[in-house]
């Protein structure tokens, strides 16, 4: 039998199997491929010694090309290392003190201590372990053996014997039962997940979706052809939104309904004079175009965007709408919003909500926007769409979404308790009786943030404010008379599985569980939990975003990136901590083309009047009217500067400590995950995702 390496067997066997090609090398810059038709050409008719003489020389070259690719692949992975450690030079150096992030207070929270004093640990550890492994001391699972007192030489030996007595007895068993603990709750929520995926699925495969009773408003008197529309009023809240009250504005004064029937509500909330003159301007200008358009500022601003809510549908107008759609300062509905949405409370009398998705005009701006719209798809496409067809409740995104005003009011309208406030009346709604509707055909444009501040902010509001709201509602839960499924879905699924349970195990179990597993292996992770099944989760994440599936990995990495700011933000919550009370407006961009505002204004009939024109006007609150735009310059913007977080920074730490120690027990899958989950921490920490700055 020829050895492996014998390539003149492995030529001859070739030219009996089929059609052989010999690569001619003679110049590696210039070479070609030559097909032998069949055995007994001429080439094949050469004496056996220059044959083997050729074919070294081909597996000699061949062998050359594949060592210039590895060498390739070895200078572009060099080149990326080069460019992080050049990148986070840049970011350490350039930082201003004045720069950091507001995390620095928070940063002196237990949470940072302990994940410090963690690290202190893991490094002191890691020192132990390597000098305890050069000596030859290889004392881990499963092969754990202690020395007899005759191998015991020097008092560093005695430590570490100490030691491993002391985690194999004492600290191993409580870890894996933690462990087992959080493994335990990850395959729950998996499997939640996995139900939603396959209820989405069967969704599409029948093409099932909200079907309205009737086809259109449209009334038979030819004298009153719009009599047959309902009032509705349009709700546009906001706080100091410079970059984006135009555009919204302007997109939802070409809403397609009777102009009779529509009045739309600026709910502006803006603490800075500038803003406020500019917005009101607007207001003006399109109200002198026919618009029934409405200017709102609140003298007192308590209660942030709930207060402001609850204050605008106390005015005595109201009364006569029957509907109220909202839609946040970056969201532009599309002119057929409201034809598309109000028409399935027609004939519904217990329907209280019709939520819309949102669509994101900057999803593909940088790796951060990116990697939202992979969670925010999976958000409607799967969870709120399967929650609407199967369970006739989720919970309401905040905008783009239509309320009957009577089931606002029967649920006790807004309130200023928590800052979700969206969820707050969506579950007492739920509590009252009322049903929701999804419509995953219509789609709202919206802007996703593009710093990694801006999510950061946000996320911590949406996983805090669940928490607060779960210790209010609880008791109405249990009190309300609805059935025992539905209490079950709200209390288990809605609150503690989706809320609670999915931040506390990803940041326990891939955080602090995984890296301690490390210094005391006696407690073990399987494989499938570090790799596997994340992986086959992130997948089923990502169906709905089909195109984004080169963004897995990253994905992965950066949802486990942010479970220590949503672990964080649970506690608060859950805890009334003071950060739980926390509201900071996220911040926008603006990234609607001038071309989508000039269209708007051609499609206005009034088009005679100057666009550019700043018309003054008088809020309903009984502010008296500013100064014109031109008469005071615009304040100096503070330039961006990239912040740095000092959580993420010792988890990076930590991380890659703890991958340095598995190089030990020789854990291939868990160093893997180890390295690359402590890069994408020390990226994130150093501000390096989203939108860049210096």
């Known amino acids: 039998m020829p050895t492996s390496f014998d390539f003149q067997y492995w030529w001859n066997m070739g030219t009996r199997k089929g059609t052989p090609v010999v690569v001619k090398m003679e110049n590696p810059n210039n070479w070609s491929m030559l097909e032998l038709s069949s055995p007994e050409d001429e080439f094949s008719r050469r004496t056996a010694d220059k044959d083997r003489g050729k074919n070294a ?69 890691l020192g132990f372990e390597i000098v ?101 009023l349009v709700q546009i809240p906001m706080c100091n939104e410079r970059e984006v009250y ?44 026919g618009v029934n358009i409405v200017y709102r500022h609140r003298l007192v601003r308590t209660g942030y965007k709930a207060g402001n809510l609850k204050s605008a549908m106390g005015c005595e107008y109201i009364k006569d709408y029957e509907f109220v759609a909202i839609f946040d300062a970056d969201f532009q509905p599309q002119s057929d919003f409201l034809k598309r949405t109000v028409i399935h409370f027609k004939g519904n009398d217990d329907l209280g909500l019709v939520q819309a998705r949102w669509s994101f005009i900057n999803k593909d701006e940088n790796l951060l926007t990116r990697l939202q719209y992979i969670n925010l798809s999976y958000h409607f496409e799967v969870e709120q769409q399967v929650n609407g067809v199967f369970l006739n409740f989720f ?94 879905n709200l209390i288990f699924l809605f609150f503690l599985l989706r809320k609670l349970i999915l931040p506390f195990y990803s940041f326990t179990l891939f955080c602090i569980i995984l890296p301690m597993t490390m210094f005391i292996p006696e407690a073990q992770l399987p494989a499938w939990v570090v790799c596997f099944v994340p992986a086959l989760m992130s997948f089923l994440n990502i169906l709905p ?50 071309t989508d505002l000039v269209s708007l204004t051609e499609r206005d009939p009034h088009t005679d009047v100057e666009l550019t024109t700043l018309h003054r006007g008088v809020s309903e609150s009984g502010l008296d009217a500013l100064t014109k735009l031109n008469e005071e310059p615009l304040k100096p913007r503070k330039k961006k500067v990239n912040r740095i977080y000092r959580k993420e920074l010792v988890l990076a730490f930590l991380l890659l400590t703890a991958s340095a120690r598995s190089l030990l027990s020789v854990q291939g899958v868990h160093f893997y995950f180890l390295l690359f989950q402590g890069i994408s921490f020390l990226v994130v920490g150093l501000d390096l995702i989203g939108e860049q700055a210096m």
């Open 395 to 488: 919970g309401f995104n905040g905008t783009a979404g239509v309320w009957r005003i009577k089931a606002l009011e029967e649920s006790g309208g807004w309130l200023e308790r928590t800052t979700v406030e969206d969820m707050d009346i969506a579950v007492r709604a739920h509590l009252h009786g009322w049903k929701f509707i999804f419509v995953n055909d219509v789609k709202c444009l919206c802007e996703v943030p593009e710093s990694y501040e801006a999510y950061r902010k946000q996320q911590h509001r949406w996983h805090s404010g669940p928490m607060q709201l779960f210790r209010l509602v609880l008791p109405d839960i249990l009190r309300a008379k609805i059935s025992l499924p539905k209490k079950a």
């Open 246 to 289: 135009q555009q919204s504005i302007g997109a939802v004064t070409q809403l397609d309904w009777p102009r009779d029937r529509l009045l739309v509500q600026v709910l502006d909330d803006s603490d800075d004079p500038e803003t406020q003159m500019l917005i009101r301007s607007e207001v003006q200008k399109w109200h002198q175009k």
């Open 132 to 232: 305890a492994h050069v000596k030859g001391w290889h004392f881990s699972a499963p092969h754990l053996h202690l020395p007899g007192s005759a191998d015991v030489q020097g008092i560093f030996h005695a430590t570490y014997i100490a030691w491993v007595d002391v985690r194999a007895n004492y600290l191993a068993p409580p870890l894996q039962l933690l462990a087992n603990v959080c493994i335990t709750l990850f395959l729950i929520q998996s499997l939640d997940r996995l139900i939603q995926c396959i209820g989405c699925a069967w969704i599409n495969l029948k093409r099932i979706k909200p079907v309205s009773k009737v086809s259109s408003f449209d009334s038979d008197d030819p004298e009153q052809p719009h009599s047959g529309y309902p009032m509705v």
């Open 545 to 594: 975003a089909p195109k984004s599936f080169p963004f897995i990995v990253p994905y992965l990495l950066f949802e486990n990136t942010m479970s220590v700011t949503k672990f964080n933000a649970m506690i608060s919550g859950l805890f009334q901590l003071g950060s739980a009370y926390e509201w900071i407006v996220t911040k926008k961009v603006g990234r609607a083309s001038e």
């Open 57 to 125: 020389k081909q597996l000699t070259w061949v062998m050359f090309l594949k060592a210039h690719r590895v060498a390739g692949c070895v200078t572009w992975l060099a080149q990326g290392l080069l460019n992080l450690f050049s990148s986070v030079k840049r970011r350490l150096s350039f930082r201003r003190d004045g720069a950091m992030s507001n995390d620095d207070n928070s940063s002196k929270g237990k949470l940072y201590k302990f994940i410090r004093a963690f690290l202190i640990f893991a490094l002191f550890m």
